[in-house]
């Protein structure tokens, strides 16, 4: 129960009474009364239990003190003995820091989640392991270009619209650079046009955060600060799909390798006719899907190309070599 301004007032006079004359009990009775009697004789032999001096010798007790990041002693998920013990038990206190702070984690608590299986993980690697000496740690092609070279593909959810309106978007960004491809979404006329807009971003965005796309060459001096490093090859030029050519000047900058769209479930809405009549329709959804790709990747294809070219040697109708297999007679 609460108490009101002018008892607290009281209290604190009283006790300031009883602080000043330690010999003189008139605040605080002496018999306390139950709700059977008068306990005269107990009272005078335990003393009085209303008086704060008299448990004044015996320190309070507190609960009991809980470690940062531990549970509590009635919790069921309380770890037996023998159990992993927090760095905080097991070491003396160290003054609170980052490092500090970072070291506190427990590999065992993020294992089930991390490492599921780890003996099948173990015999993964030994697979892998065998599988390079075999092959004398020499890598695939495509597994170069995966460890070199970053992609990120990107689908969207399901859009209400068509295959068939939805398609001719997905090949009209196909090849272009990310944000001539957000231009030409933007002043499309198309109503899924937007939708559009919205899932490049997106993709974009992902593909700068999660993969690193998009960043450029950066290094550090000695001093510390990031700079922008000298390329080796500023740029390049690429011929397109349709011949043309295309200066890039940024080796980093992102573009739309492929862009495609898959159909989703129908939908069903009602479609009032005369008379009382209710047809069905079944609206579609459609997904798009984009790859992006950095502008190494196509400077790299028009180089092979390119190579590729002009090793093929020249074409002849009739080769030189000599005729054999010949009759004098035709066989007719």
């Known amino acids: 129960m609460a108490l009101c301004a002018s008892s607290k ?36 032999s335990k003393g009085n239990a209303l008086d704060p001096r008299a448990n004044s010798s015996q320190k309070p007790v507190l609960p009991p003190s809980q ?13 037996e003995d023998g159990a992993y013990k927090s760095p905080s038990q097991s070491s003396p206190q160290r003054p609170a820091t980052k490092s500090t702070r970072l070291r506190r984690h427990d590999p065992s608590l993020t294992a089930p989640a991390l490492d599921p ?33 970053r992609s990120s593909v990107t689908k969207s959810q399901f859009l209400h619209t068509s295959i068939k ?31 559009v807009l919205k899932h490049l971003r997106y993709a974009r965005d992902e593909a700068v955060v999660r993969r690193g796309m998009g960043l450029g060459s950066v290094v550090r001096d000695g001093e510390g600060k990031e700079k922008e490093k ?9 011929i397109l799909k349709s011949g043309r050519k295309r200066v890039v000047e940024d080796r980093t900058g992102i573009y739309v390798d492929q862009a495609w769209v898959g159909r989703g479930s129908y939908g069903r809405a009602p479609d009032y006719r005369a008379r009382g009549q209710v047809y069905t329709l079944r609206p579609p959804t459609t997904s798009i ?7 190494a990747t196509r400077i790299r294809l028009s180089e092979e190309k390119e190579e590729k070219r002009k090793l093929k040697k020249a074409w002849v109708p009739l080769p030189d070599r000599p005729v054999t297999a010949q009759r004098q007679y035709c066989l007719w």
């Open 117 to 149: 299986h780890p003996l099948a993980r173990q015999r993964w690697e030994r697979k892998i392991l065998i599988r390079s000496l075999h092959r004398r740690f020499r890598t695939r092609k495509s597994v170069r270009l995966l460890r070199t070279e």
């Open 9 to 44: 007032r009281l209290v604190s006079s009283a006790l300031n009474i009883i602080t000043t004359f330690p010999t003189k009990q008139f605040v605080f009775p002496r018999h306390s009364r139950t709700i059977f009697s008068w306990l005269r004789s107990s009272t005078r």
């Open 67 to 79: 470690t940062a990041g531990d549970l509590a002693s009635s919790s069921i998920f309380e770890q």
């Open 230 to 238: 000298e390329k080796e090859k500023k740029g390049g030029v690429v």
């Open 289 to 295: 899907t984009v790859l992006l790709k950095e502008e």
């Open 165 to 195: 309106k939805l398609g001719p978007l997905a090949r009209q960004i196909a090849g272009k650079p990310i944000e001539d491809a957000i231009v030409q979404m933007r002043f499309s006329k198309k109503r899924v046009a937007g939708e």
